[in-house]
């Protein structure tokens, strides 16, 4: 009986590791469902084209966004991640492809899936930042969300996001700065 019971403990040990040990896998959305869409000015008319970058931003001190928060490092061999190494992502930075899924411009669902490779970071909460054509003006900030072990959807309502380029947010900082 013993025995039976220490096996059961090493084995609840071994699955407790091998679940800490997982990362995380999110569709990143934002479609019709979740509000009107994003537009090329605050209160503008005019949805952001397809192809306008949006980039992935780590809240590194759990405080919101701002300048101290990185962009997540890419993984050695994008977009598996097959060798790692530990807490890198297959990409930090998409495009809005709402056209081109069928949610009309100013959306997006990211496809191939955001993954970290092998691990969860601690925390585990990322925001979005939608920037101009020129890919250095900033439009939009979401909100920060908490990422979970294992495979998620993550919804983006409308209300979530902040316009403009007012406060420390309109700087750039990513692992090439």
């Known amino acids: 009986m013993i025995r039976r019971l220490v096996l059961a403990a090493a084995l609840s040990v071994m699955l407790s590791v091998s679940a ?30 397809d192809g306008r970058i949006i980039k992935i931003f780590w809240d590194v001190d759990s405080d919101g966004p701002d300048l101290t928060d990185p962009q997540p490092t890419v993984c050695d061999v994008p977009p598996d991640c097959e060798t790692g190494p530990a807490n890198t992502v297959n990409f930090n930075q998409f495009t809005f492809n709402g056209v081109d ?13 955001f993954q970290m490779a092998f691990s969860m970071p601690d925390p ?54």
């Open 101 to 113: 899924m069928g949610y009309g411009a100013g959306y997006f669902d990211t496809d191939p899936l």
């Open 124 to 177: 585990a909460r990322y925001y979005l930042r939608a920037y101009e054509s020129d890919g250095v003006t900033l439009l939009w900030t979401s909100t920060v969300k908490i990422l979970t072990p294992g495979v998620q959807d993550v919804h983006f309502q409308r209300n979530e996001w902040t316009c403009g380029t007012g406060g420390p947010q309109c700087l750039v900082r990513d692992e090439h700065e």
């Open 20 to 49: 800490w040990a997982q990362g995380f896998t999110a569709q990143l959305i934002y479609v019709p469902q979740d509000g009107l869409a994003l537009t090329t000015t605050c209160n503008g008319s005019t949805p952001v084209p």
